[in-house]
């Protein structure tokens, strides 16, 4: 086998050199010479002689690696089963849950592949079904370790692994283990998949693969398989169904059935016993019972992956003082593993788990299982509780949680041969931990969400159950469940909302196309492979949160509210009440019997109509106009497509949405507004240039005015003549750039220019008087001639006002 390669390296290296120099044909011939004895033997076998497994005609391949693995003494059903299933019979196994089945499969499948001699060749030659991804994976592994010296190629397919890996090693394989959605997506999906000669088709849990969970996808599996091979099916709880039988065109199968004379269908060494409770004390009851059992491996079963989800943080959170675990549906395929993994491995711990974890998987040494809610059939308790007490020495306890109204089960137990007693709880040792509870919840509003998931689900659980004997989602004190759970205001349960506001009569489905219904409901809950039968309608819920109490004491069977199915606008539901429908025999009260009426109520306007009307009205959904005050219509340049193609696309008006084409028209819109966005960042660039330089502006505009008022402060010559009257004006005055006019046009050009270096420009064009000059380097104008001006201070001073006018006209003169 390919996986062992690794282990056979180590284990033998000898054999292989062995094998190295041992002539081909030689080996050979002593194979076949070995096949033949074997194969001869098959008819000689009596179940009741077989001491230990060599008392079986099996290959040394195959008694080595049991060996290796302590198995020495075949249990009942692999002393019958294998013997029937090396002869090429066909059959049907049930033996007790934990009683060694999967090696009564997988010893056929190693001889049988054996004695074909099978190379990888050939391609796939066994195909192992089970229900869920934790058990193929638990078979994969026992397949391993049994037959790691055997040459088979092993692949375990199943969902939530790499798709395109398995895709390339489909055609290698001889030996798969999968689960049904997995196998028919590659069956569907790989061209390198063949089945053509298969050998062997078991399916583990047979019964739960042939149930409705899975009946299209088990259909269409089989389709795909030759006619002509054997086929194994074995499980706890067997089925009979002419009809199953049917349809894998079992050819006269064997009925091996160890067990079916003794006096109880689950283990001896398993002691289970039942406690009935209210709805409300039952988390308290399993919080003290889990603080009371903190040395021990527990396994709590739970009716649906939020109530597992819910428990397990809340407990998470008030912190019992031992390990817990969750495993259920909707987690990671990988969390799963680790989980599973964990769960194996650990001895003092508690795992919160839906029916996933109820079938076929062998976690060794759990000390006690509890069914926290009840089972919804007899299946699925032997199932549950069968997770412990496993093996040949295996022991174990199993406890059912009943509410009043489900005590009926007990009956059903007991008629099947389950010896299960009624235990009462010691109420002083329940501690519910409810303040605490309260107390998280209202501050932690993700933990509250969940339990108001929970909440909801474990009541739409309720009501998906077909035997409404001991199910009756109306006898539940919906308000107390609530509180137990932390909520102090219940979640509204629209549903049931709906169902008793519309006064419509609810029958309990009672013919066969009602079973049929049921086990539809079932399949559609189930999504992943049918891990879990509750992880859909988990995903469905997001109930409002209003209160809507109502007393136990009010709820009666005979007042079950009739429920009118098609007056339901509520989309998010649709599914479920959908199937619950057909689920349900609906009889219209005759008194308020109006049939017209009720006929045109009945059309609801889903929201897939509304988008269908608004689709043929050609409404742009989404889209704002703007208007002036004028009433004209403001265009939004960001929302008008312009490109080629969108015009294109609005002429041939395809209805719904092409993705391919609203992609290429993105892309082609994004052109524009790319360059859109450009002419906006150069404008916006423009502008702060603009800004910058108006502030410069301004600031060399302070600085003049400073100068200005500076000047004030020398000495003022305002009394002295205008040169220009007295002289006339001179040619040349704009050469030596004393011409404010001058600047001012100089400065304006400079502006203009923009993106000119101001000062170069000041350089060529604009010459301040020195005073502007000095200033403009900072150094005060009263120390450029401070001598100076004292003279002509001093001067003007001492001098009247005709005697300085005297003076001022000599000087000119002078000059
Ligand atoms: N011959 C044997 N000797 C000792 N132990 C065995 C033998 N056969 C099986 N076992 C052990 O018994 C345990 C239960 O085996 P297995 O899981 O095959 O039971 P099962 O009948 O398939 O149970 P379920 O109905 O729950 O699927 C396993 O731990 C397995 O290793």
């Known amino acids: 086998m390919t996986e062992n390669e690794g282990k056979n390296k180590q284990k033998g290296s000898k054999q292989k050199k062995f094998k190295l120099y041992k002539p081909r044909k030689k080996k050979s011939v002593e194979e076949d010479a070995a096949i033949q004895y074997l194969q001869a033997q098959y008819d000689k076998i009596v179940p009741d002689e077989i001491k230990t497994f060599k008392d079986l005609p099996l290959s040394q391949k195959t008694l080595k690696g049991l060996k290796e693995n302590n198995y020495i003494t075949p249990t009942e059903i ?17 033996a007790k849950t934990g009683s060694g089945k999967t090696l009564a499969f997988l010893i056929p499948i190693l ?3 054996f004695c074909k001699k099978w190379t990888r060749l050939d391609g796939v030659g066994a195909l192992v079904i089970s229900p869920t991804r934790e058990l193929a994976y638990q078979i994969y592994e026992t397949l391993r370790k049994v037959g790691y010296l055997h040459d088979f190629s092993v692949g375990l397919i199943i969902g939530g692994q790499n798709l395109k890996f398995e895709r390339k090693r489909m055609d290698q394989m001889n030996i798969l283990i999968c689960t049904p959605g997995r196998l028919l997506q590659h069956m569907d999906e790989n061209p390198l998949f063949d089945c053509n000669h298969l050998q062997i088709l078991v399916l583990d849990e047979a019964d739960r693969c042939l149930d409705m969970g899975f009946a299209a996808t088990m259909n269409a599996i089989i389709e795909n398989l030759p006619p002509e091979r054997q086929t194994l099916l074995f499980s706890a709880t067997q089925t009979k169904s002419v009809k199953d039988l049917a349809r894998l ?6 009925y091996v059935a160890p067990h079916e004379q003794a006096e109880t269908v689950t283990p001896e060494s398993l002691q289970q016993s039942y406690i009935v409770c209210e709805i409300d004390e039952k988390l ?10 903190l040395k021990q491996k527990v396994l709590v079963f739970m009716a649906t992956c939020k109530q597992v989800k819910y428990t397990y943080d809340l407990f998470c959170k008030l912190r019992p003082g031992v390990s817990l675990l969750a495993l259920y549906g909707t987690l990671h395929q990988e969390k799963r593993e680790k989980i599973y993994n964990e769960f194996c491995r650990k001895s003092n711990v508690v795992l919160f788990a839906t029916d996933l974890a109820s079938r076929g998987l062998d976690f060794p040494r759990v000390n006690w299982v509890i069914q926290m809610d009840c089972p919804e059939d007899v299946e699925t308790y032997i199932h549950r509780a069968g997770r412990t007490a496993r093996g040949v020495f295996g022991k174990g306890e199993g406890l059912l949680m009943l509410l009043p109204n489900e005590e009926k089960f007990v009956e ?8 299960i007693n009624k235990i009462s709880v010691d109420p002083s040792k329940v501690v519910a931990p409810q303040r605490k509870i309260e107390a998280l919840l209202s501050d932690n509003t993700e933990l509250k969400q969940t339990a108001q998931r929970a909440f909801v689900n474990y009541l739409k659980s309720v009501f998906l159950m077909k035997n409404k004997e001991i199910f009756n989602v109306q006898l539940l004190d919906t308000d107390a469940y609530a509180r137990s759970l932390g909520l102090i205001v219940p979640p509204r349960i629209r549903f049931m909302h709906k169902y008793q506001k519309n006064n419509v009569a609810i029958k309990q489905p009672e013919n066969d196309e009602g079973d049929k219904v049921v086990e539809k409901l079932k399949a559609k809950a189930n999504d992943d492979e049918g891990s879990d039968q509750s992880a859909s309608s988990d995903e469905s819920e997001e109930e409002e949160v209003i209160p809507e109490p109502k ?5 009666t069977k005979a007042e079950i509210p009739k429920f009118d199915f098609h007056n339901n606008d509520d989309s998010d539901e649709d599914d479920f009440l959908q199937v619950k429908n057909a689920n349900i025999d609906i009889e219209t009260d005759p008194v308020e019997e109006e049939p017209s009426k009720t006929k045109k109520k009945s059309k609801p306007l889903t929201k897939a109509a509304v988008a269908k009307k608004i689709l043929k009205k050609k409404i742009k959904v989404n889209t704002t106009v703007k208007f002036t005050d004028d009433g004209e219509a403001i265009q939004d340049e960001k929302r008008d497509l312009k490109s080629e193609l969108a015009k294109q696309l609005n002429d041939e008006n395809i209805g719904g949405i092409d993705i391919e ?10 052109k524009f507004d790319k360059i859109r966005f450009r002419e906006k960042v150069k404008a916006k660039h423009k502008e702060e240039k603009r800004k910058l ?32 009257k007295v002289y006339g004006k001179k040619e040349d005055d704009n050469d030596d750039g004393s011409n404010s006019g001058g600047d001012k046009d100089s400065f304006r050009s400079n502006d203009e220019e923009g993106s000119q270096d101001e000062s170069d420009d000041e350089q060529i064009y604009h010459r301040p008087a020195k005073r502007k000059l000095v200033e403009s380097k900072g150094i005060p104008q009263e120390s450029v001639a401070p001598r100076k001006v004292k003279k002509i201070q001093d001067i003007s001073s001492s001098l009247s006002v005709q005697e300085a006018e005297a003076l001022a006209m000599r000087l000119l003169q002078k000059k």
């Open 78 to 94: 692999q002393k019958q089963a294998i013997g029937y299933a090396l002869q090429g019979k066909d059959i049907l196994g049930a």
């Open 693 to 724: 330089k108006n502030k410069k502006k301004e600031e060399m505009g302070e600085k003049d005015d400073f100068g200005s008022q500076s000047e004030s402060d020398g000495p003022d010559l305002s009394w002295l003549p205008d040169p220009d």
């Open 661 to 670: 084409k609203a992609k290429e028209l993105l892309q082609e819109e994004d």
């Open 551 to 555: 007393k136990k004491a009010e709820r």
């Open 412 to 419: 059903d137990l007991k008629n099947r041969k389950i010896p």
């Open 284 to 293: 308290g009851i399993l919080w003290s019972f889990i603080k009371n059992h």
């Open 249 to 254: 065109s079992l050819s006269f199968p064997t």
């Open 111 to 113: 001889e049988n592949l």
